[in-house]
């Protein structure tokens, strides 16, 4: 099992350009979740998944955008990407919505930085 | 309000000493559970250890433990015997919402430091 995988692992982009990180996890988790992590602000919900077929912004869901392809597979998209976006970019999963001892997973990271 | 405060930004511990990660939280909700990560200079996320705001007893996970306070809505980590791999940041988080769909988001605080020195 090779859990929660991201690609890239890094990428560069000129403010403007626009680019999809994807995020897939083969645990047959419900849930999927998208988090920045800049320094010294932990990580920082953007938008979440609960189930296949939905999703809801979290804290700074501004210039994101999600798709859940299928219950594996959960993407991000900068549209229109800004400077203000650099940061470190993680994907994670859990097995249901709400409840309980729920533990979510998390993927390597996507490290993007925005020139 | 921030909901999950780590008000300690870097801790240092020499090794095989314990040591106390702070972390205070605000909810209003009666359903909600506590997690405790570890980020190590690789930059993934490990989970170490979980507590339900229902659970009558601490939480344990070998050398880990939670100093569960509802009262004073604290959960400090406490690490015995600290040993070199465990210099890393840690992150407290919280789950509200008990059973309602879509409330399994985590809140995360903003980190404390470790650093184990021999």
């Known amino acids: 099992n090779a859990g929660v995988t991201q690609t890239p692992k890094f990428q560069v982009l000129k403010t403007g350009q626009s680019m999809t990180l994807q995020c897939a996890q083969d645990?047959?988790?419900?849930?999927m979740y998208w988090y920045r992590q800049d320094p010294g602000m932990g990580l920082r919900l953007i938008y979440y998944?609960?189930?296949?077929?939905?999703?809801d912004k979290g804290e700074v869901p501004n210039g994101y955008n999600v798709s859940r392809l299928n219950k594996r597979e959960f993407s991000l998209r900068l549209e229109s990407a800004a400077p203000s976006q650099t940061s470190v970019y993680f994907c994670?999963?859990?097995?249901?919505?709400?409840?309980?001892?729920?533990?979510?997973?998390f993927g390597p990271g996507t490290r993007l930085t925005v020139l | 309000a921030q909901k999950i405060t780590q008000t300690q930004p870097g801790m240092f511990v020499q090794e095989k000493e314990a040591v106390t990660l702070d972390c205070t939280y605000d909810?209003?909700?009666?359903?909600?559970?506590l997690f405790w990560y570890k980020q190590p200079s690789s930059g993934e996320m490990i989970f170490l250890i979980y507590?339900?705001?229902?659970?009558?007893q601490n939480a344990t996970e070998g050398r880990y433990s939670l100093n569960f306070q509802k009262a004073r809505k604290s959960a400090n980590l406490v690490i015995s015997a600290s040993q070199l791999g465990d210099s890393a940041m840690y992150f407290c988080?919280?789950?509200?919402?008990?059973?309602?769909?879509?409330?399994?988001?985590?809140?995360f605080g903003k980190g404390t430091m470790l650093l184990v020195s021999p």
């Open positions: 988080a919280m789950r509200e919402g008990g059973y309602k769909p879509g409330y399994s988001t985590l809140t």
């Open positions: 909810t209003s909700d009666p359903s909600y559970g």
């Open positions: 998944s609960a189930s296949e077929g939905t999703t």
């Open positions: 507590q339900g705001s229902y659970d009558q």
């Open positions: 645990m047959n988790h419900n849930s």
């Open positions: 994670a999963s859990s097995e249901i919505a709400g409840g309980g001892y729920n533990e979510q997973f």
